[in-house]
T-cell receptor, first 108, second 114 residues
C-alpha cells in the first residue's frame, strides 16, 4: 500500500507558483521522498527526490518538513505543459510504491 | 540513448490467449521494473530485476504472470491464459546503480483483452 497521502486534484493558473502537498507520517529515517509526474498517455517521469534538506532542480523544488512527515513540491511558474498527475512516493525495499497522486490542471 | 523502449505499444487479444511484452532498458541500467496501470489509478508494482536476478515479485501477482531478464539486458513479461481483468497499461522502468532513486519509464504497452 502507498505510504503517502495527497489531495486528489488541484488547480493552478498559468505562470503562477503551485504548491503540491504530501503527507508521509510513517516515513523512516532512511526513506527518500520521491516525486514523479505522469502526463496523459505517457509513462511516469522523474521530477525530484530528497532526504532531509530542501532540494532544487531545473524542474521543481522540494520542501521537506523538519520532522519529515510532510513535503511540498513547488513548481515555480506553472505552464500548460505541467498539467499532469503528480505522485509523491516513498521507497518500499527495492521498489517505488505509487498512490493515486494529485491531478494538477493548469488554466490559461 | 533513446530511453526505455517497450514493444508492442498496443496489443489486443482474446481471452485465454498468451501474450508477451518486451522491454529494452537504458543501456547499462542494472535494475529493471515492471508496473501495471489501470485507468484512474497509479502504477502498481509487479516485479523487478537487478541484472538477471528477479529480486521481488508482488504477492498480488497471479501465477499466470512470468517475467524474465535472461542476460541482464532486455526483459519479457508473459501473461498466460489472459483474462479481461488483465486489460491495463504495462509499464517498464529502469535505473542505474549510480542513481537507484531515479527511475526512467517507457511509454508502456496497452493490453486489451476481449
Amino acid at each position: 500500500d502507498a505510504k503517502t497521502t495527497q489531495p486528489n486534484s488541484m488547480e493552478s493558473n498559468e505562470e503562477e507558483p503551485v504548491h503540491l502537498p504530501c503527507n508521509h507520517s510513517t516515513i523512516s529515517g532512511t526513506d527518500y521522498i520521491h516525486w514523479y509526474r505522469q502526463l496523459p498517455s505517457q509513462g511516469p517521469e522523474y521530477v525530484i527526490h530528497g532526504l532531509t534538506s530542501n532540494v532544487n532542480n531545473r524542474m521543481a523544488s522540494l520542501a521537506i518538513a523538519e520532522d519529515r512527515k510532510s513535503s511540498t513540491l513547488i513548481l515555480h511558474r506553472a505552464t500548460l505543459r505541467d498539467a499532469a498527475v503528480y505522485y509523491c512516493i516513498l521507497r518500499d525495499g527495492g521498489k517505488l510504491i505509487f498512490g493515486q497522486g494529485t491531478e494538477l490542471s493548469v488554466k490559461p | 540513448d533513446t530511453g526505455v523502449s517497450q514493444d508492442p505499444r498496443h496489443k489486443i487479444t482474446k481471452r485465454g490467449q498468451n501474450v508477451t511484452f518486451r522491454c529494452d532498458p537504458i543501456s547499462e541500467h542494472n535494475r529493471l521494473y515492471w508496473y501495471r496501470q489501470t485507468l484512474g489509478q497509479g502504477p502498481e508494482f509487479l516485479t523487478y530485476f537487478q541484472n538477471e536476478a528477479q529480486l521481488e515479485k508482488s504477492r498480488l501477482l497471479s501465477d499466470r504472470f512470468s517475467a524474465e531478464r535472461p542476460k541482464g539486458s532486455f526483459s519479457t513479461l508473459e501473461i498466460q491464459r489472459t483474462e479481461q481483468g488483465d486489460s491495463a497499461m504495462y509499464l517498464c522502468a529502469s535505473s542505474s546503480f549510480r542513481d537507484e532513486e531515479k527511475l526512467f519509464f517507457g511509454s508502456g504497452t496497452q493490453l486489451s483483452v476481449l
